[in-house]
């Protein structure tokens, strides 16, 4: 056995200097054919495989598995014998220094939790050998002004460098936090704030809802800011629960279309032909015969307009027979009764015979109590 050989306690022979066995590889490859060449290239890499374990081994215990750490080694070997030239000097040399790249270069590309710039990488190993340089030379751990000095570099990279070595193995997200450790490092980190998403849209509703009607506006943040019921907002109103649904309805659609629109739609109001409380009046004059058809809610909002069309209707019709339509109207409050009962008052003293159809069952009990019974034609219904 050679005086650079040595046995380890499994009998392994472990070559302490390869440059007489990368010598004797080298002479044997200058006459030897390919087969032969690759023979003899798995032979040596077999005798140098013990030398690249002892170099994984220097890396052991820094994060990384001993044996992920002797693939690479072994890789490194086998680039060391692929790439050497005996004209250059020692392959001993020329393999720790070959295995050893590899190595730190499977530090710095493989093994950090956060990516940073390789030159970080670098100058992070740098700060940390020289912090324990100076460690042992002080007795303390080095300031971020004496470890600048030491690499002679500004204390702005020794920092950077210093922040960025806590990206090469970040803590566990599921790691114990707090005094009593009952709660998780994860716990402390904030979450996505779904509102952030929504700014935009509020932003353009605001903007939106000083372009509608007061009363819509009121309803609106009567309603989602106020959290009202449409019962509580018709009471305060004075207008009925099926009314307020329909103009909450209205302004919410336009709002949507609003939104979803580069120009602003036609806003539905008073200058439609529906009327802008959703009540329409039509007349025909057929045989003598004046009806009046009402669509839509009698309210507070709509009886002034049913009382000025019932008078001029009777005035018109006179000596004739005046008919209003009941059956397209769901709902009469207290306002359009009173509309109701004005209009007959009228007819009466007019001599006018006013009879009102086709009123659906909820109204037409609405208006027997009203004292209007006399005046329901139910034959029409």
């Not at 950090?112 to 940390?128: A, F, K, N, T, Y």
């Not at 460690?135 to 030491?150: C, D, F, G, N, Q």
């Not at 509102?195 to 903007?207: C, F, M, P, S, W």
Request: aromatic share 4%; with cysteine.
């Amino acid at each position: 056995m050679s005086a650079h050989d040595r046995v380890q306690p499994s009998g392994e022979r472990v070559l302490e200097d390869l440059d007489l066995a990368a010598t004797a590889y080298a002479e044997r490859l200058e006459s030897a054919d390919a087969l032969t060449r690759e023979q003899s290239g798995e032979e040596f890499v077999a005798l140098c495989l013990p030398f690249a374990g002892r170099m994984a081994r220097r890396y052991r215990g820094r994060g990384e598995a001993l044996e992920d750490l002797e693939q690479v080694a072994r890789l490194g070997l086998v680039k060391a014998i692929d790439r050497y030239d005996p004209q250059r000097g020692s392959f001993t040399a020329y393999a720790v220094i070959t295995i050893s790249g590899e190595i730190k270069r499977h530090f710095r590309d493989r093994t950090w939790g956060v990516h940073v710039p390789r030159r970080v990488q670098d100058l992070s190993l740098e700060v940390g050998h020289a912090t324990m340089v100076l460690t042992t030379e002080l007795s303390r751990r080095p300031s971020v002004a004496e470890l600048a000095a030491h690499l002679r570099l500004p204390e702005s990279a020794v920092l950077e460098a210093l922040e960025s070595s806590a990206g090469y193995s970040p803590a566990s997200l599921n790691a114990p936090a707090g005094v009593d450790g009952s709660a998780e490092f994860g716990d402390l980190i904030g979450g996505a704030d779904a509102e952030l998403e929504a700014i935009d849209d509020k932003i353009t509703v605001a903007g939106l809802l000083v372009r509608l009607p007061s009363r819509e506006r009121q309803m609106l943040a009567m309603r989602f800011y106020g959290n009202r019921t449409q019962a509580e907002i018709a009471a305060e109103l004075g207008i009925s629960q099926m009314h307020v649904s329909r103009l909450l309805s209205r302004a919410l659609g336009w709002l949507r279309e609003a939104m979803l629109s580069d120009t602003l739609p036609r806003w539905e109001g008073a200058s439609t032909a529906t009327d802008g409380h959703g009540m329409q009046i039509t007349v025909s004059h057929e045989d003598g015969v004046l009806t009046v058809r009402i669509r839509g809610e009698v309210d507070r909002d709509t009886a002034g307009r049913l009382r000025t069309s019932l008078r001029h209707a009777i005035v018109t019709v006179g000596a004739g027979r005046l008919v209003v339509d009941l059956s397209a109207v769901p709902l009469v409050d207290a306002a359009g009764v009173a509309a109701l009962v004005d209009a007959a008052s009228a007819a009466a003293v007019a001599e006018v015979s006013l009879s009102l159809t086709g009123a659906q069952p909820y109204v037409s009990r609405i208006l027997a109590v009203s004292g209007l019974h006399n005046l329901l034609d139910t034959t029409t219904r």
